[in-house]
């Protein structure tokens, strides 16, 4: 199979993506939907009521006293709903006094979401000691008991409206979305797709406002909505113990007059029961939709339609062809690292994650960076495109791209390098893309980010990467949901190679696929790298995989390089104990044979014993080996390892010199 054809879900119907107008959306939640419908009638009885009933009969005096509603004995047809005390008719002092009561709640909950976004936005991004500061006054808050101090706040000022009642009670409302806010950024901060936006050059405030508030919506609209049902009970309670306003019709003010003239006890149930069915039927409208769009947030819902696709491409996809990594000796380097060292400082330590890493990538050279997990070779990815997270940090050490040491430049020029010079294929496809944005958008705004160029040159750009990496045109409209582990993870690849990179860096770039899928993602990346010329790192475990792809494989373990090689010989012969094991640990289908272990445990980074990292696990270990460090040498053509072992001229003159 080749790059240009598709394995089969790729063929087949789209399925209809989770926009608001299409039938298989997410928002067309029951539970969402239903409580939308009871608070949009009960706001329509609120907006709609004046233009057909006569709202005038609220005030006292426009009618007779205490009539029950029509349907009981003694009602009036022109008070349905009855009368009070005051002869104000029930019907009109309901259709007044819902929306006003509507608008506090509304007014204090978008007024504290507000508030809550900028603090937690600016504590979740910016960090430090702003976060510090943030975090503190918002945990602080939410220990106040809000309902005590507004019914003392409201007991010494005057509340002579609704908007006013609204402020105060803003005022308790934004500790909660700034609690929201901060997480979920401090969340979506570590998402591929953020980082990748990052890596592009994307300006923080388009990260934040394009990148991640879009995929904060859910929650944020399930935390307005059970805000504004908050701030309406508070509202009511205050308005209940008659510290709210009182020129103001409002439910609970209905029910506070209610109680001052006795209703209960005097058995003028259609007074004070009303208001409270309507508050009711409020709260029940936004608890559905509150849940509603909790479940909408889940992001199960979303990963379902996909991943019921990603299995039937399991079953479809064609095989692929024998893949030929091919040779690259002899090439000028495109990338060098040297004596990279990246130290993590945490509290417990420093944790050496890499530790003096030496290697070269040729020019259209596949070099393949392998090891066990936490050898340290995506923390080498992170740092040759200076991305370490705190608290890593690069402390010494060389990235040459061209002569220009990317350590060196400053985040204005690295911002620059990055996507243009050295692109990256991030690992987990499905957390790579961004899923409330289009791929047209995704990969225009990559390149956007480093060239001016019309709409129409874009879109014939897009399509044109789409082709390179063997995806139909239509995939530019599509969102991310819609396609298969595979096809996401081939947009990746052609966002890679948007601005013709020197060096793509692919991190474990067919992790979390299903086998035949890994393959067809491997193909691309080989015929993209044959038809650009590009060179790559190709960091992975997977050395069946690295066997058919990369020319040379540099083996890693406990954050130092233990062996450079032509792919070739690192599977006939491999000279590290450490690579030996590697390449045992290969299952076979053809040869049944026990299942090779690497026995024994990596020492403590933190804490490196002098002499060889593999000594605690080597059956080949001697004296030396405690004591000194092997040197990576050049034992055959461009077969370098670092072991005693093939270092006895060395270790002969050492024990010589040291008698
Ligand atoms: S240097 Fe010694 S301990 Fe290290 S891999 Fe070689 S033989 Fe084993």
Same mark, same amino acid.
């Given at each position: ?9 790729? =063929?087949?119907?789209?399925?209809? +993506? ?12 029951? &539970? ?21 009933? %006569? ?60 508030? +809550? ?18 975090? =503190?006054?918002?945990?602080?808050? #939410? ?43 401090? =969340? ?51 308005? #209940? ?24 006890? *005097? ?40 991943? *019921? ?25 495109? @990338? ?21 890493? %030496? ?16 050898? +340290? ?19 010494? +050490? ?6 220009? %040491? ?68 239509? #995939? ?37 696929? %299903? ?13 993209? &790298? ?31 390089? #233990? ?41 403590? @980074? ?54």
């Amino acid at each position: 199979m080749t790059v240009g054809q598709q394995t089969a879900d790729e =063929t087949a119907t789209p399925a209809r +993506g989770w926009g608001l107008n299409t039938w298989d959306s997410p928002w067309l939640n029951f &539970k969402f939907l239903l409580g939308v419908a009871i608070v949009g009638l009960i706001l329509l009885f609120g907006l709609l009521g004046p233009l057909f009933w %006569d709202t005038d009969l609220a005030y006292t005096g426009a009618g007779p006293l205490n009539k029950p509603p029509v349907w009981q004995e003694g009602g009036l047809p022109e008070h349905p709903l009855g009368t009070e005390s005051n002869g104000r008719d029930m019907l009109a002092q309901l259709i007044l006094a819902t929306p006003s009561s509507l608008k506090v709640g509304f007014l204090a909950a978008i007024i504290g979401m507000g508030i +809550g976004m900028v603090l937690g936005s600016v504590a979740g991004y910016v960090g430090g000691w702003w976060d510090h500061v943030i975090r =503190t006054l918002s945990d602080s808050a #939410v220990t106040i008991p809000a309902l005590v101090v507004l019914v003392v706040i409201a007991s010494y000022v005057q509340m002579t409206d609704t908007t006013a009642m609204a402020l105060i009670l803003a005022a308790f409302a934004w500790p909660g979305p700034t609690r929201l806010v901060r997480s979920q950024i401090l =969340t979506l901060r570590e998402r591929s797709y953020v980082r990748m936006a990052h890596l592009s050059g994307a300006p923080a405030l388009e990260i934040m406002f394009v990148e991640m508030l879009p995929n904060m919506l859910p929650w944020l609209a399930a935390s307005l909505t059970g805000g504004i049902s908050v701030a309406i009970l508070g509202a009511t309670g205050l308005e #209940v113990l008659g510290l709210g306003p009182t020129r103001v019709p409002s439910l609970g003010l209905i029910i506070n007059q209610a109680t001052t003239n006795a209703a209960l006890v *005097r058995g003028l149930v259609w007074w004070w029961l009303p208001p409270i069915i309507i508050l009711m039927v409020i709260f029940v409208g936004f608890f559905l939709m509150t849940i509603g769009l909790d479940e909408i947030a889940n992001p199960r819902i979303r990963q379902f339609s996909s991943s *019921r696709r990603e299995r039937s491409a399991a079953g479809e996809a064609p095989p692929v062809e024998h893949m030929d990594g091919g040779s690259a000796a002899g090439r000028d380097a495109a @990338l060098e690292v040297d004596d990279l060292h990246v130290h993590y400082f945490t509290p417990r330590g420093e944790v050496i994650a890499a530790n003096g890493v %030496d290697f070269s990538v040729r020019k259209g050279e596949i070099l393949g960076l392998v090891g066990e997990s936490g050898c +340290g070779k995506t923390t080498v990815a992170m740092a040759i495109l200076q991305v370490v997270q705190a608290p890593g940090r690069i402390v010494q +050490g060389e990235v040459r791209i061209e002569d220009q %040491d990317l350590v060196s430049l400053s985040g204005k020029e690295l911002r620059e390098v990055r996507w243009r010079d050295l692109a990256l294929v991030p690992q987990g496809a499905m957390n790579s893309l961004n899923p409330v944005t289009p791929i047209r958008e995704q990969m225009g705004d990559a390149i956007l980010a480093h060239e001016n160029i019309g709409r129409v040159e874009l879109e014939q750009r897009i399509l044109g990467l789409l082709n390179d990496v063997g995806l139909p045109e239509r #995939v530019i409209n599509m969102y991310p949901h819609e396609l298969s582990g595979g096809m996401k993870q081939r947009v990746c690849i052609a966002m890679a190679i948007a601005l013709n990179p020197q060096v793509i860096i692919a991190d474990e770039p067919t992790s979390a696929l %299903d086998v035949v899928v890994q393959r067809v993602v491997a193909q691309t990346l080989l015929e993209v &790298k044959d038809r650009l010329g590009v060179s790559m790192v190709m960091i992975g475990h997977d050395m069946g995989l690295q066997a058919q792809l990369v020319d040379r494989i540099a083996v890693m373990y406990a954050g130092n390089l #233990v062996e450079v090689v032509p792919v070739e010989s690192a599977f006939s012969e491999p000279l590290h104990p450490y690579t030996q094991l590697l390449i045992e640990s290969i299952p076979s289908i053809k040869e049944r044979k026990p299942l090779n272990v690497t026995e024994g445990l990596t020492h403590d @980074l933190r804490n490196p014993p002098p002499g060889c990292i593999f000594q605690f696990r080597c059956q080949h270990v001697e004296q030396i080996c405690r004591e000194r460090r092997p040197d990576l040498v050049e034992r055959d053509d461009d077969h370098l390892v670092a072991c005693w072992l093939y270092e006895p001229e060395r270790h002969a003159l050492i024990e010589l010199e040291e008698a």
